[in-house]
């Protein structure tokens, strides 16, 4: 989408866009824009009709919230030649090419879903404007109410539909009408969740009656309790599809936990796939620093095993490697020692603190701060990894449950240890066959809980 000024009063249409007079103020934050005076607006020339009216911008206000664009907005373009690497993927090409699927991005906390996400949803909307209709949400569980709620999702999905197919724009006219007739100016009175639900299952259907529709969601999980339900919402609209013969698919990016059980589709593990990822950006980040910092000094052995350790470390966090790049920067230009930078390793960045607390508190449900408490303990005493049935043993007592004769086909009981630890613990093939280990996401998650993380938690136990 396109704004452009023209002169006042001025209407027209062409095959590159619509230019309509608005003469009132209209915020509207899906036009990126407070409305003032006219707006062209790029759209498919084989519409005869996209002129905006009065009562369309009084919809779309309806429907806007300041912050309705301001996580995708802030989602930082990706690193110069990564990501490229989904567009390989079986999986993803497999999406591409089926009337309707849902693809799902998932991933450890900081593994780089969110940029993977925003860099397909901007791909598809620059290089697929005239061929599909794109939607996209970011949820964002630092924002306000609207940004990490279903609420406030349909009404930015509705809104963009609205601007960019006119087909649906008679169903939306139609609900706000009545609303209005009802209660007045709509300052008056606000949409409801379950409305604007069933309005985007009918809309979206008959929007992909003209082109096909690709819908992008971001980190579904930080709609926390909700999750399960917009999975089921979104698996509905893909079975509408069927039922319907349209094209609309839909790509949903969310960690391991909190997750919903229904996850049929197609998946990507991002944490699988980003380590050239992380490669690049480390040695492109660092490796004139540090080839400056051998030519000073008579250690130069220790210098490119530092770019090697960081990227082994990371472990498929991207999150943690871009946080600890600029340190390491800092530290060089400091002429400290590489043994000195490998030390400033293993210490936690604040950024990853701060989530862990937020994992602590809001994704770990408080029933299960006893036995998490009694869970993490364990892992953070030991050397080796323990297994699956180690932890059962532990927890055996509160869990009133047998053990299990083949403790790696008890898919619920892995998924059990998820929910206690609150996303911070994951399962693992084991080197022994038919065992599964147990294992932190990230050697920070310890770190983290022997420096502050248990003393949140027993203050949470009280």
């Known amino acids: 989408m396109t704004q452009t000024e023209n002169q006042p009063g001025v209407e027209k249409q062409s095959e590159v866009g619509v230019t309509f007079d ?19 607006f790029t ?45 390989a993927m079986e999986e993803y090409k497999r999406w591409v090419n089926r009337p309707s699927q849902v693809l799902w991005i998932q991933g ?102 003209q082109r096909p529709v690709v819908i992008f969601v971001d980190a579904l999980d930080d709609t926390g309790a909700c999750t399960q339900e917009l999975a089921r919402f979104f698996h509905q609209i893909n079975e509408d599809a069927d039922l319907s013969k349209v094209q609309i698919k839909t790509c949903i990016a969310c960690r391991h936990y909190p997750r919903p ?17 992380i490669e690049r950006f480390v040695h492109d980040r660092l490796g004139f620093d540090i080839m400056l910092a051998m030519s000073f000094t008579m250690r130069g052995a220790s210098w490119p095993e530092l770019e090697y350790d960081i990227i082994q470390t990371a472990d498929g966090m991207f999150r943690w490697a871009g946080l600890m790049v600029p340190l390491v920067q800092t530290m060089i230009a400091d002429g400290e020692s590489p043994e000195a930078i490998q030390s400033s390793l293993r210490q936690v960045p604040r950024a990853l603190k701060n989530d862990y607390d937020n994992t602590l508190m809001r994704v770990i449900k408080p029933q299960y701060y006893n036995k998490a408490s009694s869970m993490l303990g364990l892992m953070c005493s030991v050397e080796q990894p323990l297994s699956v049935a180690d932890i059962q043993d532990i927890l055996a007592p ?34 022994e066959k038919g065992k599964m280990n147990v294992r932190f996401i990230h050697f920070t998650v310890k770190e983290y809980l022997l420096e502050r993380g248990f003393s949140l938690l027993a203050d949470l136990r009280r």
Not at 59 to 69: G, H, K, P, V
Not at 404 to 429: C, K, N, R
Request: proline share 4%; aromatic share 8%; glycine share 6%.
């Open 108 to 209: 450890k906390p900081g593994a780089g879903k969110s940029i993977l996400s925003a860099y397909l949803y901007r791909k598809h909307r620059a290089e697929q404007a005239e061929q599909e209709t794109t939607l996209g949400f970011f949820f964002d569980r630092q924002g306000v109410d609207l940004q990490r709620t279903p609420l406030g999702m349909y009404r930015s999905l509705i809104n963009q539909l609205f601007r960019q197919e006119p087909a649906i724009r008679p169903h939306v006219q139609r609900i706000f009408g009545e609303k209005r007739a009802a209660f007045g100016h709509c300052r008056r009175w606000e949409w409801q969740e379950e409305e604007l639900k069933q309005a985007l299952q009918h809309t979206v259907i008959e929007a992909a009656q």
């Open 398 to 431: 509160s869990e009133h449950r047998p053990r299990m004769p083949d403790i790696s086909e008890d898919f619920h009981f892995t998924a059990h240890i998820q929910a206690l630890s609150g996303g911070l613990v994951e399962v693992t093939e084991s080197p």
């Open 261 to 277: 059980t229904r996850l049929s589709g197609l998946h990507i593990w991002v944490e699988r796939h980003n380590s050239g990822d």
């Open 43 to 87: 759209c498919d020339c084989r519409s005869q009709n996209r002129n905006v009216s009065t009562l369309d911008n009084d919809i779309l206000d309806s429907l806007a919230f300041d912050q309705m664009l301001d996580r995708e907005s802030s989602i930082e373009a990706p690193f110069r030649d990564t990501c490229t690497w989904v567009l």
């Open 22 to 40: 608005n003469h009132e103020c209209i915020k509207n934050q899906a036009a990126h824009q407070v409305f003032h005076g006219p707006v062209t």
